[in-house]
């Protein structure tokens, strides 16, 4: 089988440039390295000491019974038997990323793009877009959930809506994804979690996401992440918590159309902006905080 390609951002003189792919590979499986395999190794273990106590309990129930940790790169179709019997997901491999419509299309169908390609060792703590571990060990696992399954469809599905209403709308939901999937937390009996693909595949931000005083902790609100800015090159100013998997889908079955026609009438809140309405868990202390423009 030919081993298909690694599609990366390019570094031009207009700056950092991210390229897209569009098509479904099949994962080169035979062709990965020891070294590729010892970097999912080490990640995996990493991780494992450090989310327990961390990271929810639905996630680390996943890991758990998908096997994660049995050591090396894991097969997709070995992962899909399981999650074709628990809630219809299927996991397909991808070069990079893709442009946002075919990524919509997949999740609205149940299908979750996985880059094949795994980061370098000497990548181990930080890459600039994600591989196959941030994308594997960070979404898969919730895909078990069959709430969360099911609000990762409803996203797919209000992506296309989104796409064609404009890219208003389409930032909005954006932010919603960065907030949730990527970077949310939980509030749950036994304490504040992590449940963000984006902080449990970093060593770093699964301490800090929970432990420092510098972000804030907020209540989640539809209308408010939607309106709020982030920033992709910190870790986040802001985490906003949900109570549980079922309000985060209640708060996103309405229509959002006149969501999205209120919200292009209102400035957007800066990453690091605490509000008289919002519910504090924590205000940041704002130590170290990068003070140019979020995106
Ligand atoms: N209810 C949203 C809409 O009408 C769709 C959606 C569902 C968006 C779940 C995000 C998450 O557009
Ligand atoms: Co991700």
Known sequence: MNTPRKIEHQQTDRGYVPVYATGVVEQPWA?????????????????RELLRGRACREFLDGVERFGLGDGGIPKFAELNTVLAAATGWQVVAVEGLLPDEVFFDHLAN?????SWWIRKPEQLDYLSEPDL?????GHVPLL?????????QAYGRGGMKAFKIGPEALMNLTRLYWYTVEFGLIDTAEGMRIYGAGIVSSKGESVYSLDSPSPNRLGFDIERV????????????????????????????????????RLRQLPAHAAGDVLDGDRVFNRGDRAGWATDADS
């Not at 149940?110 to 996985?114: D, T």
């Not at 571990?133 to 060990?137: E, I, K, R, V």
Request: cysteine-free; proline content about 6%; glycine content about 2%.
């Open 31 to 47: 062709s990965y390295s020891h070294s590729e395999h010892a970097v999912w190794d080490t990640l995996f273990q990493r991780q």
């Open 110 to 114: 149940r299908r979750f793009p996985v």
């Open 133 to 137: 571990f941030h994308d594997l060990f």
């Open 144 to 152: 078990l959930n069959p709430v969360f399954a099911d609000y990762m």
């Open 226 to 261: 939607m309106n709020t800015r982030y920033r992709i090159d910190t870790y986040q100013q802001t985490y906003f918590v949900i109570d549980s998997f079922q309000q985060l889908f209640d708060a996103t079955g309405p229509d959002f159309t006149p969501l999205y026609a």
